[in-house]
T-cell receptor, first 114, second 111 residues
């Protein structure tokens, strides 16, 4: 069964450091997403990506965040200067062409900023 | 504006009881899609079901059933004869332009 893979599963970083969270979406999918979930809270939309550009982003996705699809297979989320409040689980998801197709989620990367 | 509302933050039931998780959504689109996801304690998001706006037929899958009513913009999820392994956070979600999640309902099934 196809799956979305995320690496690393857990990352600890010092405040102010840059982190890159990596995702490999399902190969024939065209829509890609990043979500964030602060421990015990709701899943929050960060950004959607289609046709090699951001299609929508939330208020959370400020200038500290960026996304890239550098090589046609990976989909990365970069946080330039991490803050304590960036500590969360970050989920990557991908979806096929049709609107009603299931969004497949990765297992998540738990980011801990210390 | 809140697209998906799950009014129940936490529910506790005793094993073997039935439980219904409520979901109310808001969209101006005539074509949209609704989902339920389960998040067990291990943290991953597990897809349970999707339903498109043209199909109001209720669905049953084992102990799970879903009641979609466009008239009340609701897409409720019932677990029959709950089990301890059902303990998780359950998220309702809507796709119109993007995928929007509700705030989740934490279900605890007590042995």
């Amino acid at each position: 069964e196809p799956e979305v893979t995320q690496t690393p599963s857990h990352q600890v970083t010092q405040m102010g450091q840059e982190v890159i969270l990596r995702c490999v979406p399902i190969s024939n999918h065209l829509y890609f997403y990043w979500y964030r979930q602060i421990l015990g809270q709701k899943v929050e939309f960060l950004v959607s990506f289609y046709n090699n550009e951001i299609s929508e982003k939330s208020e959370i996705f400020d200038d500290q965040f960026s996304v890239e699809r550098p090589d046609g297979s990976n989909f990365t989320l970069k946080i330039r200067s991490t803050k304590l409040e960036d500590s969360a689980m970050y989920f990557c998801a991908s979806k096929g062409v049709m609107r009603d197709t299931e969004a497949f989620f990765g297992q998540g990367t738990r980011l801990t900023v210390v | 504006a809140q697209k998906v509302t799950q009014a129940q933050t936490e529910i506790s039931v005793v094993e073997k009881e039935d439980v219904t998780l409520d979901c109310v959504y808001e969209t101006r689109d005539t074509t949209y899609y609704l989902f339920w996801y389960k998040q067990p304690p291990s943290g991953e998001l597990v897809f349970l079901i999707r339903r498109n706006s043209f199909d109001e037929q209720n669905e049953i899958s084992g102990r799970y059933s879903w009641n979609f009513q466009k008239s009340t913009s609701s897409f409720n999820f019932t677990i029959t004869a709950s089990q301890v392994v059902d303990s998780a956070v359950y998220f309702c979600a809507l796709i119109d332009d993007n995928l929007f999640f509700g705030t989740g309902t934490r279900l605890t099934v007590i042995p």
